[in-house]
Nanobody, 126 residues
Framework: HVQLVESGGGSVQAGGSLRLSCAAS????????MGWFRQAPGKEREGVAS????????RYADSVKGRFTISRDSAKNILYLQLNSLQPEDAAMYYC????????????????????WGQGTQVTVS
């Protein structure tokens, strides 16, 4: 079955950086829109960023614009999220997800648009 496995989380000080990775096995995700979501304790899961199948169209939550960058390496079948200038409010469990559509418009941040999910990687900011 499809597996998405995140890695790269950790604990950093405010202002620091991390790069999250999401590796897909038994699944060529390059045909589909992919996204990163996060969920902090006591809060709802929120969409952070998405990238369409063409790799050219990216979207970000207002709270992370200019600080986070989503990208994909189609040859390696890996999705990335570069997190810069991290703040305590960025602390959460981060999940990658895959849609079964090549493009998502305004619904990119709706978790119901995504079919496959990873197990998450924790980001802590102090």
């Amino acid at each position: 079955h499809v597996q998405l496995v995140e890695s790269g989380g950790g604990s950093v000080q405010a202002g620091g950086s991390l790069r999250l990775s999401c590796a897909a096995s038994k699944y060529r995700y390059t045909s589909y829109c992919m996204g990163w979501f996060r969920q902090a304790p006591g809060k709802e899961r929120e969409g952070v960023a998405s990238i369409d199948s063409d790799g050219r169209t990216t979207r970000y939550a207002d709270s992370v614009k200019g600080r986070f960058t989503i990208s994909r390496d189609s040859a390696k079948n890996i999705l990335y999220l570069q997190l810069n200038s991290l703040q305590p409010e960025d602390a959460a469990m981060y999940y990658c997800a895959s849609s079964t559509y090549p493009y998502l418009g305004m619904g990119w941040s709706d978790s119901f648009e995504y079919t496959y999910w990873g197990q998450g990687t924790q980001v802590t900011v102090s």
